[in-house]
């Protein structure tokens, strides 16, 4: 299980990192970096996820990544604050929402309470963190095209 697990966080930060860099605007480099790793979730049917998250030694590597994830977050709301297009917030809360929310994913518990896949909970996520609860009207961008799919269905990326 490890052999499987190990190069499937490696290849896919790599993946969201380069689709990070080659995004321009600050803001929508968040919305890219959590709706990757929900294309990257969705690569792999239901059994998967539950599988790595019930054998320890690889809820142990989501863990690691999880936290990674925050931190990189964090690091892209304050080069967002930086550029101007993010109000200066406290951009560590900000990281730890998303961490508890990931945690949440990790856990199972945010899943079968709200019957998304992790993959659609982290692209939901990044519409919610940069969107919030807003109709829309005055967005800074547009929402992910991600494609939502009930808990048991998998779904690969177009």
């Known amino acids: 299980m490890l052999v499987v697990r190990r190069p499937f966080f490696r290849d896919a ?8 860099q080659a995004e321009p605007d600050p803001r929508q480099r968040i919305r890219v970096y959590l709706a990757g790793g929900g294309t990257a979730m969705r690569r792999h049917a239901h059994a998967f996820y539950d599988d790595m998250v019930g054998y320890e030694p690889t809820a142990q590597i ?6 990674a994830a925050a ?3 964090h690091q892209l709301i ?15 809360f900000a990281a730890q929402v998303v961490a508890v929310t990931i945690d949440a994913v990790q856990s199972g518990g ?7 896949t992790a993959g659609d909970a982290f692209s939901e996520l990044g519409d919610l963190l940069l969107d919030g609860l807003s109709s829309g009207q005055g ?20």
Request: charged fraction near 20%; aromatic fraction near 4%.
């Open 13 to 20: 930060a790599a993946e969201i990192e380069q689709a990070v």
């Open 110 to 116: 945010l899943l079968e309470s709200t019957g998304l």
């Open 78 to 92: 304050e080069e967002g604050v930086q550029a101007c297009v993010f109000r200066a917030l406290n951009g560590h």
């Open 71 to 73: 931190h990189r977050v």
């Open 139 to 158: 967005a800074s961008g547009p929402p992910s095209t991600a494609v939502r799919s009930p808990r048991h269905q998998v779904s690969a990326p177009g």
């Open 62 to 67: 989501y863990r690691k990544n999880s936290a």
